[in-house]
């Protein structure tokens, strides 16, 4: 074996053997120790490694009676397990466990080698681990079983070592050790049982022990030692060799005793016991030592072996138990209160001093009584009747009166249970005097009594609640100010009145919560019984009461004064004709809107309206009629307002709204602004009514947006004020922007959105356009349907000057239902003229998330008479982006109508290849952009290739857009492209025009 398989070796035997010596008995560690004796001697005499390990198992035997021990080994492939041997098991068992595969449920031993750790099987009837050899355990009454991996060289284990019991038990610590030195020794035999060299082999079992071992001539003089014996004494081999064992020897042993030790030895062969040696360094220290004379095959002393385990720990640990005793009975005596422990009959086996004092007796003056005699007597048929409850398993405490000296009964408050000890079951107890106790529990349950009368007739509203909320008292003024009784408020929780939250801020809106003793005030709401709210004012604070934590509150109805603050509040920032908001507080919010925008880099808008022409009806009609048109006119601009949005009376017949938030491009928030500043238009254009006079208003409005760069508050109101004296300049009942150079550029805008919602909803100005697909061979196989605008006055006008903008307004989706409406009613038509082409059409991702999306195209198909299998909806890859799982189950929906699905501009998107798979495609494709520059672009023509080669696996066809060459179409085609479109074959025509260039 060579330095590194020794390693291994002592590792593995180091990581079994966990068991600690301290942890055995003396009478375990002496049959421990004569085990290792004669397993050591037997392997030092040689002889067949079979025979050599039934012996070992013969010798487990006999430390677990009616056990077998078996030894399995792994085959020459790490396979099977085999019996390697088993002395005491019959044939029939033998075969049964031969080509046993180690796993979760083939026993312990297969178990033992699959987890590579012992494996301790109290109950094999049951145990999973035992699920595979259950027959087998059942035929043989095969109870428990204890397994062991055996180790050799190798970090996996070779085999197994087992005991198996016929009834079912447990290992203790002395049968864990047994299966360890055992499984340890036997692995060194397994592994080097083809090996000749015996001495070798003992010498390596000599030195994997973890017991000191020294071997000595006839003359007892050293001769060899192991490791172990190194590292507890200090000494190397070199030091020790040659030497006699008295070099180790303390002063703590006379000559008489090692005298009857050798007298013993050469009488009986053996000697065992405790004694005291000195290691190297003159430390002295106690060993468990066992030793034996050695014999030839002749009869003749050639050795003795002596094995040793230092128990200093065990020394240790009985110094440190007798140490914890003795302080245990100091903490009993110590402590203020009687205590007791009790045998099965209740009599009294320890009292502590202050238990003897209590009942005036000395130290075993009570064996002959009972705990039932030192209780007052109307307590003892309860004290007996709670005992045997403790006996039961249960724990109690009670209050008890005991007889103390003179007869007088005194309280004290009893806990007891039942403790299981080697000699059986007893019962431990305390009793404490609560005579003070009680005596203080009258004192504050008549004090309490004194504060609930108070508390019951103070005139704030008092309540106490506990830590979770229930009411536990409450003043009469309190329930009257709540409007219930006192028997309706008993107990009941705070969630009941308090409406949950804060009117300050400067307090919680759960005042029961509180646990500190901090008060704290602040302002809530209650909710009355007939369910209406009222405004309080609590104090609380946490506290003692009772014996409880609790929390003490005094509510105060605020409610009229809070209401009259409001009022006031309100007459400081609101305008008192109109009821908006006054100059103050539009100023207020600007600035805060201003500072939002900044930081947040979004635009908001200030129009500044004046009403036309007031100061006439004013002076024709008097102040009373242009009040009323003035409430009117504030009536009408907030039913314009948006939600945030501020409008306010600015003066006289001036308003101002604030709107902070319009988007975040500048051209958004004008667009925003110019939309609502002719909606204020309309709405303050329509004649007022007055007491049946109808009076006509206009109004000019100016427009400043924000934030410009040093752009204050005053600085928005100043340029709105100016927009709007140039739009009454320009003729009144107008709108200009303060930015002139935003005033054409957003009329421009208003105008072009304005005409082509009309003609989305007219459905006025929208034709469909055709750019046909073909195959490889140029035979026409379909079209793609395209939209185009015909403005009355621009003309034709490209998708990419208009489809901006109407996905941007929502308007996209009535421009999809039309051309899907028209493209089925064509499909309807080829049908009926016996063309089966197919026809593709966009979807915008708004359309398609529509939610009744699937309902229309249903509808559409069935109201044009359309067969879906010839309607391709194209939709992008940037649709999966978001809801991707909500945009696969809406195109299966489809699909299992027969609608087809491609996703288009394939490339420029960030498609999820496990959702492409869960689509139901049936084509791809390729975005235009990746066909430009074919042939001569490598990386397109890579990227063609690698769509095109991913396509095909996932059974998809491609379309190729864009083609206009004719070295375009050649490579694709090359690829295995099938389908193309392209100005190569045909340009967009109309869609009547297109049907007819493909009439034969």
Known sequence: MSRSDGQVRENTISELSNVDYATLTADEQLLILQLQHDILESVARGGDALATVERICRLAEQMLPNAVATVMQMDAVNEYLNVFAAPSASPEVVARLNRLRPGPGSGSCGNAVYHRKPQFVRDTFTDARWSGLRDLAHDYNLRACWSMPIYASEPRPIGSFALSSFAQCEPGNFHRKILEISASIIGIILAREKSEENLHLFAQTFEGLTEGVMITDAQQRIVLVNQAFVDVLGYTLDEVVGETPRMFASDRHDEAFYRRMWERIETQGHWCGELWNKRKNGEEFPEWLSISAVENTAGTLTHYIGIFSDVSERHATQRRLEEEYALRQKIIESIPAAFFLLDEEQRPMMLNRHMLETLGMGEGEYVDHRLADYVCQEDRPRVLETMERVRAGETVSMEIGVLAQGGQVVPHRLNATAIDLADGQHLLGVALDISENKRIETSLKRESEKIRFMLRHAIDGVHILDVQGNLIEASDSFCEMLGYTRDEMQG????????????????????????????????????????????????????????????????????????????IEHLAYHDQLTGLPNRSLLLDRLGQALASAQRAERHGAVIFVDLDQFKRINDVHGHMVGDSVLRQMAQRLRGILHQGDTIARFGGDEFVLLMPDLGRAHEEAATAALVLGHEIRQALGTPVQIEGQEYDVSASLGISLFPKRGDSVEDLIREADIAMYRAKDSGRNTLIFFEQDMQAAIAERYVFEHDLRNAVQQETGLELFMQGQVDAAGAVIGAEALVRWRHPVRGLIPP???????????????????????????????????????????????????????????KILADTGADPKFLTLEITENLLIERAAE????????????????????????????????????????????????????????????????????????????????????????????????????????????????EP
């Open 492 to 567: 009941v929780n705070v969630v009941r009145w308090d409406a949950g939250r804060s009117l300050s801020g400067a307090g919680p809106s759960a005042p029961w919560q509180l646990a500190g003793a901090d008060r704290r005030r602040f302002e809530t709401r209650h909710r009355r019984k007939d369910g209406s709210l009222i405004d309080v004012e609590v104090s609380s604070v946490g506290m003692n009461f009772d014996g409880q934590r609790v929390v003490f509150n005094s509510s105060r109805d605020i409610t009229s004064r809070n209401e009259a603050k409001a009022r």
């Open 887 to 998: 945009a696969v189950s809406r195109m299966q929906a489809l699909a299992e109508m027969g609608v087809r699905f491609s996703i288009d501009d394939f490339g420029t998107g960030y498609s999820s290849l496990a959702y492409l798979k869960r689509m139901p495609l049936k084509e791809l494709k390729i975005d235009k952009s990746f066909v430009r520059d074919l042939p001569g672009d490598p990386n397109d023509a890579a990227l063609i290739e690698t769509i095109l080669s991913m396509a095909h696996y996932l059974g998809l066809e491609v379309v190729a857009e864009g083609v206009e060459t004719k070295a375009q179409f050649d490579f694709l085609a090359s690829r295995g492209c099938e389908y193309f479109q392209g100005y190569l074959f045909q340009k967009p025509l109309p869609s009547a025009v297109w049907q007819d260039s493909i």
């Open 800 to 858: 990419a000057e208009f489809i901006p903008l109407a996905e941007e307004t929502g308007l996209i989706v009535g421009i999809g239902d039309w051309v899907l409406r028209e493209s089925c009613r064509l499909m309807a038509r080829w049908r009926e003229a016996g063309k089966d082409l197919n026809l593709a059409v966009n979807v915008s991702p708004r359309q398609f998330r529509q939610d009744d999306f699937i309902a229309r195209i249903r």
